[in-house]
């Protein structure tokens, strides 16, 4: 009786984590991208492109009741907010670009709690953003010279797909802007496609940059162990400082490039509605890496694009 009662339970235990096992997390449809409502595209007829892959705009939700990690590139809601961005970008840094942003499954905000969780989550973005670059490449680029800018989880994706990068697409690259993340030495020796940039007019390069206050409001996870950075005002990587008038409220901001830590250090900003939920910390300004260089960004993407 005893034996024939601990088998029992034995079963028991083993269907439980055959259940627990065979259980997976809610995963939307994969994007269609020769769909044209997986993209958000403005044709200007220009000679060069901006490809550019939006930052984190989803939060965990629920799916029939279990919690879903990742964006759905069908669902009204959740395309309302990555559109926007898509078209604040758009409106911020193109000028006379065209413009490509693909809809993509990115991981939520709450992914980024930890490195373990996000890398795992990641890889379902990345081969999204992929997917899309590929089918831009082939079907609507058209053999115009191109830019790449990605925002956070974009850039996490724009280097992915440096990395992924065959020579002849490269040689088309007028600059990968990596903006508010890192470039790590696993990163350069994978690849010969990132190349740092050294000034404001070389052309195939990267371009990163992580503002701050001071080195104290650094969030690790961001920005520890970058081996790229330039400072996106005077195009200088020799740490000589910088004056940048907000363009939201009109601060004069001093802005410099610490060559120590590579974090591009910001002084004069006055607003306190900056801080990035979740892993955010006062004097870091990861939220504003977009505004306050925009248009910084967009007469440099304009320069380099006349010289490939």
């Not at 499954?105 to 373990?116: G, K, T």
């Not at 850039?155 to 990968?176: C, G």
């Not at 920005?223 to 409220?249: H, K, Q, T, Y």
Request: charged residues 25%.
């Amino acid at each position: 009786m005893k034996r024939a009662l601990l088998m029992a339970v034995a079963l028991v235990l083993i269907g439980c984590s055959q259940k627990q096992s065979a259980s997976t997390e809610p995963i939307p449809a994969a994007p269609n991208y020769a769909d044209s409502t997986q993209w958000y595209i403005v044709d200007r007829e220009g000679g060069a492109d901006l490809f550019y892959i939006i930052s984190t705009e989803t939060v965990d939700h629920l799916v029939d009741g279990d919690t879903c990690h990742y964006a759905d590139t069908r669902d009204e809601a959740i395309r309302e907010a990555m559109l926007s961005e898509m078209v604040g970008v758009d409106k911020l840094l193109s000028g006379g670009l065209n413009y490509f942003s693909p809809y993509y499954r990115q991981c939520s905000l709450e992914s980024f709690s930890n490195e373990d969780t996000m890398t795992r989550r990641l890889t379902l973005a990345l081969g999204d953003v992929r997917e899309a670059f590929g089918h831009y490449i082939k079907y609507r680029n058209n053999g115009r010279p191109f830019i790449l800018a990605g925002f956070s989880q974009g850039a996490i994706a724009l280097i992915d797909l440096l990395k992924e990068m065959d020579d002849e697409t490269y040689s088309r690259l007028v600059a990968a802007y990596v903006i508010g993340w890192k470039v790590s030495d696993g990163d350069l020796s994978s690849t010969s496609h990132i190349v740092p940039a050294r000034d404001s007019g070389d052309v195939g390069v990267t371009v990163c940059y992580n503002s701050v206050r001071d080195n104290g409001c650094a969030i690790p996870l961001l920005s520890d162990g970058n081996r790229v950075a330039i400072n996106p005002v005077n195009w200088r990587c020799d740490g000589a400082p910088a004056l940048l008038i907000d363009p939201r409220n009109g601060d004069t901001l001093t802005v410099a490039l610490d060559t120590a830590s590579l974090l591009l250090h910001v002084g004069g900003y006055s607003r306190d509605d900056y801080m990035l939920p979740l892993i955010g910390r006062e004097g870091n300004y990861h939220r504003l890496e977009m505004s306050l260089y925009s248009d910084c960004l967009r007469r440099n993407m304009d320069y380099r694009s006349r010289k490939l």
